[in-house]
């Protein structure tokens, strides 16, 4: 049954090489699970970026390069003569007690810096550890692997850290900062959301051994720098609710199957480039096949995936009550579009037994914005 599911995946990627998961594209998965346009496209390998231009939409959007290289400093500022900084903040900010650290590098093996040696060197030292049997307690570039709709992935934490509690703990560097105690939570949220690809890769090297999944928190360091300087601080994140939901979405990706059959025959989001890699497939075309899938748009999706502007021009064009939040999308439940929500709150329309009550509100919110706009108001 695999290999078929796998056929009808690289039709769907077409000609393209097939471009692989990283912590930042599984932490994209988490944020808006019941696109199904998302998940086919992760799971065929198709680059989307290069799909969304294509088909007119281009995603403008991306890491700077001030921040990737703000990034990168800092990350070697914590973690600069054996992570001496990131002691100091784990002891002071977190009141942790580390009487004795032990500092493993495992960027290579004996000079390989292949993920397969490092990942089989990361599985052995973690798991000695885990059983009380290694002399470790921060593992610098471990490389995990975790299976993904059938694909394993290998990912690269920051750093995992052997500490509290005989746990292992994720620590997640970034270079945005924490503003009296404040960080900005769209960040703090992608930044939990891409640890906790670390945490059950973690959890499924560990489960190999017998290990259970406790000995791996769900509780996430983050360091970042304090105020406005680039002094590091901490915090403990609780990240199980997006633990839980990660798993959620990497059971439905190891379902793949179910969605790709529920796709017509022929479906492909091949741009047929050229020898020069230049797309040769009519754009009207693509975005034909494109609009066979069902979409899930959010307003969020902006932030993190390359197909939000054409799935949010393709909502406007629905009229989708998607368009405006989630906020509105629940607030008007049973009800699909802006032209639907519209046509009760006018009257035009009649409610099923289910809308009534909520078309009652909508009357009544349009009576009420007719008297506050005068003679000329009403309902657009």
Request: some cysteine; aromatic content about 4%; hydrophobic content about 45%.
């Amino acid at each position: 049954m695999k290999a078929p599911v796998d056929d009808r995946l690289a039709a769907l990627r077409g000609s393209a090489p097939r471009r692989t998961y990283n912590a930042r594209s599984l932490a994209a998965l988490e944020n808006n699970p019941r696109c199904t346009l998302r998940a086919l496209l992760d799971a065929s390998g198709s680059d989307k970026a290069a799909v969304a231009e294509h088909a007119g939409h281009p995603y403008p959007f991306g890491q700077s390069s001030f921040a990737i290289t703000r990034g990168i400093s800092f990350e070697a500022m914590v973690k600069d003569n054996g992570c001496a900084e990131l002691l100091r903040v784990l002891r002071e900010t977190l009141e942790l007690t580390l009487p004795e650290v032990g500092y493993v590098d495992l960027n290579d093996v004996g000079g390989d810096a292949r993920f397969d040696i490092r990942h089989a060197r990361t599985a052995k030292l973690l798991t000695q550890a885990a059983l009380g049997s290694g002399d470790g307690t921060l593992y610098d570039h471990p490389v995990l692997r975790l299976e993904v709709g059938g694909h394993g992935v290998f990912l690269e934490p920051d750093l995992v850290a052997f500490r509290v509690g005989d746990r292992f703990h994720v620590v997640e560097i970034k270079s945005f900062p924490i503003i009296d105690g404040q960080a900005d939570p769209v960040q703090v949220r992608s930044a939990t959301t891409q640890a906790c690809a670390y945490v059950l890769a973690l959890r499924a090297m560990l489960a190999q051994a017998g290990i259970g999944p406790q000995a791996v928190s769900d509780t996430i360091v983050l360091v970042a720098p304090k105020d406005f300087t680039n002094r590091p601080t901490a915090a403990f994140v609780d990240a199980r609710k997006q633990v839980a939901a990660l798993t959620r979405q990497l059971a439905r990706m190891a379902r793949i199957g179910d969605l790709v059959d529920e796709m017509p025959e022929g479906l492909t989001f091949d741009l047929a480039p050229d020898k020069d890699g230049r797309p040769q497939r009519p754009a009207d075309e693509l975005a034909g096949a494109l609009d066979q899938v069902p979409a899930a748009y959010r307003p969020d999706c902006l932030n993190h995936c390359e197909m939000a502007f054409y799935c949010r021009s393709r909502a406007r064009a629905e009229a989708s009550l998607d368009v405006l939040g989630p906020a509105v999308r629940e607030q008007l439940g049973g009800i699909d579009t802006a032209t639907m929500a519209l046509g009760l709150a006018r009257g035009q329309l009649m409610p099923t037994a289910d809308q009534a009550e909520m078309a009652a509100a909508l009357r009544h919110a349009a009576r009420l914005r007719d008297e506050l706009a005068g003679p000329t108001g009403g309902v657009a």
